[in-house]
């Protein structure tokens, strides 16, 4: 097993490998589910490489991408670091809602734990905040689970400051795992500050832009309604890719004037940005992990990363990062 360098997560004590392993793609959420025995071989082939951090929620599939996670990192569950979500009410396996209730909490808790083979988990994110709950009882909830020994330590996902903070006062937040990127930079605004403030660590979803950051997307890109949520994502319509190609424009040059690939551009600058981001990637491909990892070797002066932020200034992000659906549950 190789060693990789390893962040800390705010004041958490959670120690984990820079880069972490985003498993929903494997099974859920950008197109067809990759074959099983394949899916569990590109997991064990990460922890081979050095990261010991994995990401899956209840509804990735829903359920399946707990139930994959758990069977491939059986063998060595104690030695990484298990995130996964809670929040939305799933029925016949299809989200019609939020559920942060806490007794709902403590009974999905438990049906993840039977997926995920696992005794407990390492980091509970909140998937979406419940408007009908107050997130005081939220985290009183996961605070008598931490209590219990069923979860480790509890995070937020798509959350704003005033609730990062009543949460925080609860009981200690660990993580925060907003969407974060090149093209998605809303957390820089006040989260980001808040976490540094707080010690809390942030974990970016969607670090290449829910794939649009490969610079494989064009605007004549076709998503299935039926198996990819881009579809219903007002960025990935053909106009609003056609008009955020400048930015693909732009990584490109950079890569090339680095010697590198725009994947590893796009990781490298959110790792640059502060030393408790920890970006969790979808990799769903055994070359996917190798070609991210280079991104943790690479670093940018202070003068490239002014030059860079002077460049990506005159460029206008188009269209909403999700679906007003999804969008309604987020605070930014």
Known sequence: MFSLKKRKLGNSGLEVSTLGLGAMNLSFGTGPAIEKKEAISVIQYAYEKGINFFDTAEAYGPYINEELLGEAVAPFRKDIIL???????????????????????????????????ADYIDLYYQHRVDPNIPIEDVAGTLKDMILEGKIGHYGLSEVGVQTIRRAHKVHPVSAIQNQYSLWAREPENAVLPLCEELGIGFVPWGPLGTGFLTGTIRAETEFNSESDLRASFPRFTPEAIKANMPLIEWLFKVAKLKESSPVQIALAWLLAQKPFIVPIPGMDKKEFIEENLKSIHLEFSIQELKEMEEALSHIKIQGARLNEGLLALSED
């Not at 559920?99 to 909490?105: F, K, Q």
Request: charged share 30%; glycine share 6%.
């Open 83 to 117: 995130a996964s979500k809670f929040g939305f009410q799933l029925e016949n396996k299809s989200i019609t809602g939020v559920n942060s209730r806490p007794e709902h909490i403590k009974l999905v808790l438990e049906s993840s734990l039977r997926r995920l083979r």
